[in-house]
């Protein structure tokens, strides 16, 4: 499980279950446990107003430079 947290305020935006190794490039929506986002139309924000990613069909497209990420990731 990871912690995914505003690159510009440090609130956490997202608890998440991360597979493998690599990159975060998108969260896939049947991962994310808990939700602190803010939504408006297809852009994902922190409260604070970042702009953490885009909301897709299936998955949200993490824009790289705008979270940062902590915890454990689970091998496979």
């Not at 408006?40 to 990613?53: A, F, M, S, T």
Request: proline fraction near 1%.
């Amino acid at each position: 499980m990871i912690t995914i947290r505003c690159a510009r305020c440090q609130r956490k935006v997202f608890r998440y279950q991360k597979l493998g190794k690599g990159r975060l490039w998108h969260c896939w929506k049947a991962r994310i446990v808990e939700d602190y986002s803010v939504r408006e139309g297809n852009e994902v924000k922190c409260p604070c107003g970042n702009v953490i990613g885009t909301d897709q069909e299936k998955w949200i497209k993490m824009k790289q430079g705008a979270f940062t990420c902590s915890g454990t990731k689970l091998k496979r």
